[in-house]
């Protein structure tokens, strides 16, 4: 089937749609899909190149748009209120919230779609969270146990992986070093601080290691002089690709849940090992990020590797490697390898799946 260039909406509750970009049913029915929920300031199109490039892989991709993004079902106050709230019981309800709504989606398209089922790492879905994209990723691993059981039943037909790319350090409970220069989070003005926000995404970083496990190897501030991504695009096309407003608002909200929440979420997902026995114990989890995306994201994943080995320190005394958890730290692309080299990122997810 050929690429939809279209928008396509799917109903998950009486008053919530999602809309998403897919790439098709692959002939022969005999495919996986790989279902990408994007990051801030940055709607799901960021995908489209890897569209083309999806079924002679005997893939299908799907590339949904968050909840805030036009035309997705818009947050109302009701729904940020546990956000908003600076509590943990508040902001925890939230990510809950997310996760119902997320496997939902997954699960509806499964059904309608009628894709194959997992078998082993094949088939099925593997779920992507990129950059910010990862907090509902992970939250829909993190609260199996609060998904209705008609969605759970079917999840666990579907869904084998979970992959998070390029995850922040905070996102996952994991402060921030001193060494990170956090400036731009601190400009008041919205549309300023997203195009702060945009020049730094966007940039490659010289990295002298990103395997060492040495903060010392990592770039968290300064720029290569390589060109940086979708800088070829004019305003108009980059504005139909992004939401300052969003950025500045919801996704503003999310950076702002208190660690421990986040620290709860992550330890549900990989560290629980009555969570893991009970729901999807076969459910993979794993981890990759580029050879020059920002230090702090690159560091975050070293961080979390290193948690493997003991997650008590971090995680709290309970925690302890429950899942199938791995890790892929590729050597070349930013933070946008799926936009400027879409073969190279396809070829990392698909790498990254199958460890």
């Given at each position: 089937?050929?690429?939809?260039?279209?928008?396509?909406?799917?109903?998950?509750?009486?008053?919530?749609?999602?809309?998403?970009?897919?790439?098709?049913?692959?002939?022969?029915?005999?495919?996986?899909?790989?279902?990408?929920?994007?990051?801030?300031?940055?709607?799901?199109?960021?995908?489209?190149?890897?569209?083309?490039?999806?079924?002679?892989?005997?893939?299908?991709?799907?590339?949904?748009?968050?909840?805030?993004?036009?035309?997705?079902?818009s947050f109302r106050d009701v729904d940020l209120?546990?956000?908003?709230?600076?509590?943990?019981?508040?902001?925890?309800?939230?990510?809950?919230?997310?996760?119902?709504?997320i496997a939902t989606f997954l699960v509806t398209?499964?059904?309608?779609?009628?894709?194959?089922?997992?078998?082993?790492a094949s088939g099925g879905i593997a779920l992507?969270?990129?950059?910010?994209?990862?907090?509902?990723?992970?939250?829909?691993?993190?609260?199996?146990?609060?998904?209705?059981?008609?969605?759970?039943?079917?999840?666990?037909?579907?869904?084998?992986?979970?992959?998070?790319?390029?995850?922040?350090?905070?996102?996952?409970?994991?402060?921030?070093?001193?060494?990170?220069?956090?400036?731009?989070?601190?400009?008041?003005?919205?549309?300023?601080?997203?195009?702060?926000?945009?020049?730094?995404?966007?940039?490659?970083?010289?990295?002298?290691?990103?395997?060492?496990?040495?903060?010392?190897?990592?770039?968290?501030?300064?720029?290569?002089?390589?060109?940086?991504?979708?800088?070829?695009?004019?305003?108009?096309?980059?504005?139909?690709?992004?939401?300052?407003?969003?950025?500045?608002?919801?996704?503003?909200?999310?950076?702002?849940?208190?660690?421990?929440?986040?620290?709860?979420?992550?330890?549900?997902?990989?560290?629980?090992?009555?969570?893991?026995?009970?729901?999807?114990?076969?459910?993979?989890?794993?981890?990759?990020?580029?050879?020059?995306?920002?230090?702090?994201?690159?560091?975050?994943?070293?961080?979390?590797?290193?948690?493997?080995?003991?997650?008590?320190?971090?995680?709290?005394?309970?925690?302890?490697?429950?899942?199938?958890?791995?890790?892929?730290?590729?050597?070349?692309?930013?933070?946008?390898?799926?936009?400027?080299?879409?073969?190279?990122?396809?070829?990392?997810?698909?790498?990254?799946?199958?460890?």
């Open positions: 089937m050929p690429t939809s260039t279209q928008l396509e909406t799917l109903t998950t509750s009486d008053d919530v749609s999602y809309s998403y970009f897919d790439s098709g049913e692959v002939p022969g029915n005999t495919y996986t899909t790989l279902v990408f929920v994007h990051g801030m300031g940055f709607n799901g199109g960021v995908f489209r190149k890897l569209f083309p490039l999806a079924t002679v892989r005997r893939l299908r991709i799907v590339s949904l748009h968050r909840r805030d993004y036009n035309p997705t079902t209120a546990g956000l908003a709230s600076g509590t943990m019981e508040g902001q925890e309800e939230f990510l809950r919230n997310q996760a119902v709504d398209f499964a059904r309608e779609q009628r894709i194959p089922p997992a078998q082993g992507i969270g990129w950059s910010l994209g990862s907090v509902p990723a992970h939250a829909v691993v993190a609260y199996l146990d609060a998904l209705p059981s008609s969605i759970l039943s079917d999840l666990g037909k579907y869904l084998h992986t979970m992959v998070s790319h390029d995850v922040a350090a905070i996102n996952i409970g994991i402060p921030n070093p001193p060494i990170y220069d956090r400036a731009l989070w601190f400009e008041p003005d919205v549309e300023k601080r997203f195009n702060l926000f945009y020049e730094w995404a966007t940039a490659y970083f010289p990295h002298k290691n990103v395997t060492s496990g040495n903060i010392a190897d990592l770039e968290f501030n300064k720029f290569s002089n390589q060109t940086h991504s979708m800088h070829e695009l004019s305003s108009e096309e980059l504005a139909e690709l992004t939401s300052a407003k969003t950025f500045g608002a919801s996704d503003t909200l999310l950076l702002y849940i208190q660690l421990d929440v986040f620290k709860i979420m992550v330890r549900r997902t990989i560290f629980d090992t009555a969570l893991a026995e009970k729901f999807l114990p076969n459910l993979r989890v794993r981890y990759m990020c580029g050879g020059a995306s920002p230090g702090i994201l690159v560091w975050a994943s070293q961080e979390l590797r290193k948690c493997l080995a003991d997650p008590k320190p971090m995680y709290g005394p309970d925690a302890e490697e429950a899942r199938d958890v791995k890790f892929n730290f590729q050597t070349e692309g930013n933070h946008f390898v799926f936009w400027d080299e879409p073969e190279v990122a396809l070829d990392h997810y698909i790498a990254t799946i199958n460890l």
